[in-house]
């Protein structure tokens, strides 16, 4: 494979070097994919478990979970991507769709979860009609219905429905100015927004536990532990991507020396969002008491499965259950 990507734009060709960070790039895809997999999966029957006891909580968990795997599942093909670049522009197409799909959908899953703890615990008696089963699948389905609608907007705009498997749907280098808009929006209502609620829920969250005389100092050092964490893990995940599209909507447009520089840059830290999905699962459900005893439970219960099964085995072939030198 060449060492270069030659791609127009702006109506000059632009040579890119896609070599350069490529083993940074490929680390991050494996990481994420063999953390997010089954980290998400174990999620996804947590979630199934808060739904099973009315705890509204579970389906913005089992929408994250679901939006995270389905985030997850395009990762190898980013990773072959980056070794031999696709020439399959339908594949390629489909797989751009669902990931910045499943890139944009993931923070608004955790907007919502940070605004119902918010309201359950800074108003604890108060917007109740909020905090239901039936509420968490109106505003799930709301968040869905948006993504995927400003998503045909821009592939109608684009004019790539007519020839969606023989146009290929990215940004060549240099940036397309047409794109300034697109990408703005993204920047402000995909990574500030969710982010400014989470600056919020957490600030709010953490002075009303902090004034209250009923919880332990212990209890509250661990919830500014978990807060913070949440808040890191958001902001390096995708704040250098966001930070970086801008830098390329405001200063590469008909600038090739600057797509040459920033372009390795703009490739790792994408290739960085798909490690906010591996972390989620550690944060929601592992550092989650009632969540770490359900998989606790979980494993306890595989494991009886399976002994018992072993013990079945040996009985079919003859053995006897237990090592006769083993008896008293």
């Known amino acids: 494979m ?158 790539l429905f007519s020839n969606f498997s023989s146009s290929v749907y990215k940004e060549p280098p240099p940036m397309n100015a047409a794109l300034f808009t697109e990408n703005i929006t993204r920047i402000v209502f995909g990574f500030f927004f969710p982010l400014s609620i989470f600056l919020f829920s957490s600030q709010r969250i953490y002075r009303m536990v902090a004034n209250s005389t009923s919880v332990e100092d212990k209890e509250k050092r661990k919830l500014a532990r978990l807060l913070l964490l949440l808040l890191l893990v958001y902001i390096i995940s995708f704040g250098p991507y966001h930070v970086t599209l801008l830098a390329r909507s405001l200063a590469e447009p008909g600038n090739c020396c600057f797509a040459q520089s920033i372009y390795p840059f703009y490739n790792v830290f994408f290739a960085l969002t798909g490690m906010n999905c591996a972390a989620d699962p550690i944060l929601y459900c592992w550092l989650n008491d009632t969540a770490r005893y359900d998989i606790l439970q979980l494993y306890v219960s595989a494991r009886n499965r399976l002994l018992r099964l072993c013990s079945w085995l040996r009985c079919q072939k003859g053995y006897p259950k237990e090592s006769p030198g083993l008896s008293l």
């Open 2 to 159: 060449a060492d270069n990507l030659t791609q127009g734009g702006s109506g000059s060709n632009c040579t890119i070097g896609i070599r350069e960070g490529q083993s940074l790039i490929l680390i991050l895809y494996a990481a994420s994919f063999f953390i997010s997999l089954p980290g998400n999966c174990l999620s996804i029957y947590v979630a199934c478990l808060h739904v099973k006891r009315d705890n509204e909580i579970g389906v913005y968990l089992l929408n994250l979970s679901s939006v995270d795997i389905l985030y997850t599942i395009t990762i190898p093909f980013w990773f072959y991507d980056c070794l031999n670049q696709s020439s399959d522009m339908l594949l390629y197409n489909v797989i751009t769709v669902v990931t910045y799909s499943s890139m944009y959908l993931s923070p608004a899953f955790l907007c919502c979860i940070a605004a119902d703890r918010y309201l359950a615990i800074v108003y604890p008696l108060r917007f109740y009609e909020l905090r239901t089963i039936r509420a968490a699948v109106v505003v799930c389905a709301i968040c869905w219905v948006t993504q995927l609608t400003c998503h045909a907007l821009l592939l109608h705009r684009l004019a």
